[in-house]
């Protein structure tokens, strides 16, 4: 009988500390968020720091709308999933349906049936933007974004990083004088107030058994900040002759971007969620490098091509996951119907895009390739996105 105790003891000891480590563990995250994307530059391979033409130069690079001459009003709706998120919520809101002495077991089995996988889930987007000559301003009330990546840690697990953002922002621009004379070079900044609510968990199957459910925001963290991000564009004059005189034929422009230069931290807790909620990730600083390079219009066609260099200065860096590469092929048949076809190189995968404007109504379709592993065991993650949006 004492033997049997004893072991009876070493397994209850067993189980109590698996718990507590179970209750520990913190999600894996390989990924670099970003707190706004934009669907046309997703299609072009994200290389868009100097390329931000349109109302996203507010969080890309406000120094782009020093060079507007017209104001516009975008009110849009963008969701955004890969191929198997919604089937991953499906067969979690099946098990939920059986008996519960058999929850555990089936929620094992499922995890383990997905080892490796990667699932996302963007929506919705919901916001408007305004942008004329030097200014902008954008109200997005809710940015939805969940990360599930499926790992063996201390048993099956499923990582959860959840980010629901609300942000306001308001730009502004202006070329830089010198001599009482506009030059090639603009400069603007985006200050920004965001409310973040965070959950970042690491569940197992028992959890998952208990009721906790990977998109739920209810054990979240919380809380509110300001930041600033400061944009630079420069269009170089390109000489008519001697050595470089062939740049005229594809014009370049080269932008530098500081995103969230402050990085205070979000230090101000409304406890929406929970009187115990904690404090969300930072927003993280970091440098975007950018270049656009205008080819020679033809027939109906605006084509150019872009390469950046992102996020520069995130813990998850590095060079596949910084570069990006694309291009985009702008058409205009009329001011009223006009569109363009992308496509691109992002973070060492394909990506393609198309965009359709009809009057006021916009419609963007982008799907890219995003890492989501280490440069030691890459892993790709297919997504697709869609936006639809009024233009005034």
């Given at each position: 009988m004492r033997s049997i105790s004893l072991v009876l003891t070493a397994l209850a000891c067993v189980f109590m500390t698996e718990a507590v480590l179970a209750a520990a563990v913190k999600p894996l995250d390989y990924t670099i968020h970003e707190e706004y994307v934009s669907t046309r530059a997703l299609g072009m391979g994200n290389a868009f720091t100097a390329v931000a033409d349109d109302m996203s130069a507010i969080f890309y690079n406000p120094a782009n709308l020093a060079n507007r001459t017209d104001s516009q009003l975008r009110m849009f709706l963008r969701g955004g999933t890969d191929s198997s998120a919604l089937k991953l919520k499906s067969q979690i809101n099946d098990i939920k349906g059986t008996p519960k002495d058999q929850q555990v077991q089936a929620y094992t089995n499922l995890i383990v049936s997905h080892y490796g996988d990667h699932f996302y889930f963007r929506a919705p987007t919901v916001g408007?933007?305004?942008?004329?000559?030097?200014?902008?301003?954008?109200?997005?009330?809710?940015?939805?974004n969940i990360d599930i990546d499926v790992?063996?840690?201390?048993?099956?697990?499923?990582?959860?990083?959840?980010?629901?953002?609300?942000?306001?922002?308001?730009?502004?621009?202006?070329?830089?004088?010198?001599?009482?004379?506009?030059?090639d070079l603009s400069v603007g900044g985006t200050a920004k107030a965001v409310h973040r609510i965070y959950g970042g968990e690491a569940l197992s199957a028992a959890q998952l058994?208990?009721?906790?459910?990977?998109?739920?925001?209810?054990?979240?963290?919380?809380?509110?900040?300001?930041?600033?991000?400061?944009?630079?564009?420069?269009?170089?004059?390109?000489?008519?002759?001697?050595?470089?005189?062939?740049?005229?034929?594809?014009?370049?422009?080269?932008?530098?971007?500081?995103?969230?230069?402050?990085?205070?931290?979000?230090?101000?807790?409304?406890?929406?969620?929970?009187?115990?909620?904690?404090?969300?990730p930072k927003l993280g600083r970091r440098v975007d490098f950018g270049s656009k390079w205008d080819l020679p219009r033809f027939w109906v066609f605006d084509p150019h091509l872009a390469a950046d260099i992102r996020d520069v200065g995130d813990p998850n860096w590095s060079w596949k996951k910084g570069t990006h590469v694309g291009a985009e092929f702008y058409w205009k048949m009329y001011n009223w119907w006009k569109g363009h076809w992308s496509a691109g190189y992002n973070q060492g995968?394909?990506?393609?895009?198309?965009?359709?404007?009809?009057?006021?109504?916009?419609?963007?379709?982008?799907?890219?390739?995003?890492?989501?592993?280490?440069?030691?065991?890459?892993?790709?993650?297919?997504?697709?996105?869609?936006?639809?949006?009024?233009?005034f």
């Open positions: 408007a933007m305004w942008v004329k000559e030097g200014w902008g301003l954008a109200f997005i009330p809710a940015d939805l790992h063996r840690q201390i048993g099956p697990m499923l990582n959860v990083n959840l980010y629901l953002d609300s942000t306001l922002a308001l730009s502004y621009a202006k070329k830089v004088t010198w001599f009482g004379k506009d030059s058994a208990d009721g906790s459910n990977p998109f739920s925001t209810s054990d979240a963290d919380e809380g509110l900040t300001g930041d600033v991000d400061i944009g630079t564009y420069w269009t170089p004059q390109v000489p008519s002759t001697g050595f470089f005189k062939f740049l005229n034929y594809a014009k370049p422009h080269f932008a530098i971007v500081g995103r969230n230069l402050i990085d205070y931290g979000f230090k101000t807790d409304f406890h929406f969620i929970s009187k115990d909620s904690g404090e969300p995968y394909w990506t393609a895009g198309l965009g359709a404007r009809l009057a006021w109504f916009q419609l963007d379709l982008a799907t890219w390739g995003e890492e989501v592993g280490t440069d030691s065991e890459p892993h790709q993650d297919r997504r697709y996105m869609l936006e639809l949006a009024l233009d």
